[in-house]
């Protein structure tokens, strides 16, 4: 079984190197080592590790929170990372359907004495955690990922990114979603430093001040503040978990900000398919090493390889979704050009067919972004008696609601006209999902009672 996730490891090869810089603190790997291994004695003192059993924590960007993920990932218990963002109903629910102990009332290490040392492994398991999908179709599902699928994505990441000596990746996601936990599990299998922003700082402070030379962020992290010229350390910055309008996009690297357009999912342990560089192309690059896709006959992608989650946990079991060949259908409308590049649509349940035509959402929102005084857009179909459904968007503006209104009728006049938007709604800001994406139904609530026609 692979040990590459383990801070024993990690402390005995570099026990001087700066494992994790948080706040005004840093820690060196031995220091990190050291407090873990009193956390896991002060669990199995108290009687909380059970055979076969998950471990939940809540994730937070907090010492003790970093410090009993890292605890029961090198003791090989399965972890359900629970979002802090979340009500406590919802957090208590994925903790009643993992079947895993709450381990949150219980991260503080009982000791720092730098004489105690690591208790045995036992019990290990070939499942490192159950993450919750993002929820963004419905009740989010559990999926299993393992040890292994968790290895060979590291070793994908690491071979399309590459690794420098000084390099330090920013935490700026929480680690309930897969790809704030990939980012601490990459560093720990290549013992990197981890840069953590907690969340109630501004995640580019630390950036700005060249503290940190990778980062993984989401557009709404972009798009929530004006640009500014890209510190000279910084060398990666990953920009998925959502669709990233163009315009954005080219305003962040015109100031030579490294963004590298890159999508993934929790059912593949984040990163899928990443740009070689900061490419002037609108797609999220060709898949990593060892993952294939492939778009069928109605346009949805589905993925192989060896990151793939073992299954969905329900009821108790593990049931899993790829097919007898080990494709996993993603949801995802794509396609994928002449280059073996991947271009994501967007959800084909978000797909919007008005009068027989299909309009994809992510499209229609990168030409409002276009539009002067809109700062950002979210974009869906609502019913029509003649059209079956029509196009409707949400909008937050930067100017006068009229003067806004009058650049979207301007630029609508040269669009195809299954595509201009019907229904427009001005919303002071866009509901979001615990991950940062924009939560379309609770958009398209919002925006129900405020739609103007246009």
């Known amino acids: 079984m692979s040990d590459r996730f383990s801070i024993i490891d990690a402390a005995r090869e570099r026990p001087d190197d700066v494992a994790l ?9 031995r220091q990190l080592s050291h407090q873990c291994a ?25 010492l003790d929170a970093l410090c009993a993920l890292f605890t029961a990932v090198t003791l090989q218990r399965p972890v359900v990372p629970l979002h802090p963002r979340t009500s406590a109903a919802f957090r208590q629910r994925m903790i009643d359907r993992s079947g895993a102990v709450d381990l949150t009332p219980h991260t503080t290490p009982t000791s720092t004495n730098t004489d105690v040392v690591w208790p045995s492994l036992r019990h290990r398991s070939a499942t490192l955690a159950l993450i919750a999908t993002s929820g963004s179709t419905g009740e989010p599902k559990l999926a299993v990922l393992s040890r292994q699928a968790f290895e060979a994505a590291a070793t994908a990441s690491a071979q399309r990114l590459g690794w420098r000596d000084d390099d330090r990746w920013l935490l700026a996601l929480t680690f309930a979603h897969v790809g704030g936990l990939s980012v601490l599990l990459r560093c720990l299998a290549a013992i990197r430093t981890i840069v953590v922003a907690p969340p109630e700082a501004d995640p580019f402070e630390r950036l700005l001040r060249g503290e940190a030379t990778i980062a993984s962020l989401v557009p709404t992290q972009l798009a929530r503040r004006a640009v500014v010229p890209a510190p000279p350390r910084l060398r990666v910055v990953l920009l998925g978990g959502a669709a ?13 900000w490294p963004l590298r357009l890159t999508y993934g999912l929790t059912e593949a342990c984040s990163q899928v398919a990443t740009q070689h560089g900061p490419e002037d192309d609108p797609s999220s690059g060709p898949p990593l090493d060892g993952t294939q896709l492939r778009v069928d006959a109605d346009g949805i992608l589905s993925i192989r390889g060896p990151t793939l989650l073992e299954g969905y946990w329900s009821d108790g079991r593990v049931v899993d979704p790829r097919d007898g060949d080990g494709w996993l259908r993603t949801g995802d409308a794509a396609r994928i050009d002449a280059a073996g590049r991947l271009h994501v649509l967007g959800r084909a349940d978000d797909v919007i067919v008005t009068g027989g035509e299909k309009v994809a959402p992510a499209h229609v929102e990168a030409l409002l972004l276009q539009c002067p005084g809109v700062a950002q857009a979210c974009v869906f179909g609502v019913a ?16 006068a609601p009229e003067e806004t209104l009058r650049s979207v009728r301007a630029q609508l006049t040269t ?10 709604a001005l919303l002071p800001s866009l509901p979001l999902l615990p991950g940062g994406k924009v939560d379309r139904r609770a958009t398209r609530i919002a925006a129900v009672d405020m739609f103007q026609s246009i």
């Open 38 to 62: 009193a956390l896991a004695h002060r669990w199995i003192d108290a009687g909380l590790l059970e055979p076969n059993r998950p471990v939940a924590l809540e994730a937070t960007s907090t």
């Open 415 to 424: 669009w195809p006209p299954h595509e201009r938007v019907r229904r427009i």
């Open 244 to 256: 990233a309008p163009p315009a954005l996009v080219d305003r962040w690297r015109t100031a030579g």
């Open 21 to 29: 810089i948080i706040g005004d603190q840093q820690l060196a790997w």
């Open 384 to 399: 029509d008696e003649q059209w079956g459904m029509v196009v409707a968007a949400a909008l937050v503006a930067t100017t």
